[in-house]
């Protein structure tokens, strides 16, 4: 083997040792939840009771905002995001309209349809990606990903805003 690929294959050898360690020493230990955001599988989403949550309504129609949360609810997943948008509907009642619908549930076609997105996501009028703080938010897919939870509320005021 001439010497560039022996090189080559040395620095690839020693990548590949970095990236198993680097997952080695970012996994939890047996037993611990850790503290970071879990994987999808992982202690703070396994499966449920095996039905799906029923979808939750909070609000009337025709409020300023419109909420829906698609979330993965049965397999407790996203408990973090659901309790923010609770949260900023408790603080706004009067002006969100909020659904909640279980990812696994009989209704989430439907709600998957309406904000066309399939996978997890928050929609608030019809959008899903913001700006705060100099920062575009998605909120969509896992927690701590392309959102955190914390992000919610604060958007949500400032679509509030907006709208006065």
Known sequence: MPSGEKKVAVILGLILVALVMLYLT??????????GPQLAGGPDC???GGGAAETQVLGKPGAKLEIIAVLPISHGCHAATEAEVKKAYEAHPDDIYLTIVDLMGPDAAQYREKVGVAWTVVSI??????HLDGRSITIQQMEHRTYRP???VPIVEAELEKLS
Request: hydrophobic share 20%; net charge neutral.
């Open 150 to 152: 914390s992000d919610i």
């Open 26 to 35: 970012t996994q939890p230990k047996a037993g611990e939840s850790g503290s």
């Open 125 to 130: 009028n019809g959008r899903s990606t913001f």
């Open 46 to 48: 396994a499966p449920g």
